[in-house]
Nanobody, 125 residues
Framework: VQLVESGGGLVQPGGSLRLSCVAS????????MAWFRQVPGKEREGVAG???????RLADSVRGRFTISKDDAKNTLYLQMDSLKPEDTAMYYC????????????????????WGQGTQVTVSS
């Protein structure tokens, strides 16, 4: 079971980044995948999630600015981040849960049992 994130970096406010998460075949496809973020001293926050059928859930803080998508042929999850703000600065983590159990995509960290190492996103001028 392996999740590998990429695409983080330094961007100016108002800019865009696209994060990618490549998942092993065992992890990908049968349940949920999601993006979380965390800053030092704060709890990990759910940003966006998607289930195997394409249902999507976004956190209120990113709705209208972030888009989650997946490419099943490439076993890859994406997070397109537009109109970035300094408060979006965080370590971003990809997570997966292979068991589907609800049409409401979970955004609680406790719902996921597979995690990537994270990719840093810094929004600053």
């Amino acid at each position: 079971v392996q999740l590998v994130e990429s695409g983080g970096g330094l961007v100016q406010p108002g800019g865009s980044l696209r994060l990618s998460c490549v998942a092993s075949a065992y992890t990908y496809g049968s349940g949920y995948m999601a993006w979380f973020r965390q800053v030092p001293g704060k709890e990990r926050e759910g940003v966006a999630g998607i289930d195997h059928g394409g249902r999507i859930r976004l956190a209120d803080s990113v709705r209208g600015r972030f888009t989650i998508s997946k490419d099943d042929a490439k076993n890859t999850l994406y997070l397109q981040m537009d109109s970035l703000k300094p408060e979006d600065t965080a370590m971003y983590y990809c997570a997966a849960q292979y068991r589907w159990y609800s049409p409401i995509v979970p955004l609680e960290p406790s719902a996921y049992n597979n995690w990537g190492q994270g990719t840093q996103v810094t929004v600053s001028s």
